[in-house]
């Protein structure tokens, strides 16, 4: 189904998070997988840990870009509880 979505993912190898974004989620899982992205080929398997719908994959890579610029793990484990980005974040 293509969907554009931001998606974080977590190394099952060493529990390390990476996120992208993309229009279907299953086919770029699989090429995570399957060790076909340089970036994460030496961290396989993974496992989906969010995906967060947007309107248009432009802004999805957009909000890859500015979600990946907080570089801390708290942040990204606060974006998969709440299911939202940290600039959409209302809570106390």
Known sequence: MKEPVVYIL??????????????????????????QVKATKNNTPFEVMITIPCPNLSEAKGAEYRLK???RRDILEKVIQDRTFPWDYRGA
């Open 69 to 71: 610029k907080y570089k």
């Open 10 to 35: 977590r190394s099952i190898k060493n529990n390390r998070y990476y996120i992208g974004s993309t229009d279907n989620i299953e086919q770029r899982l699989t090429q995570h997988n399957s060790g």
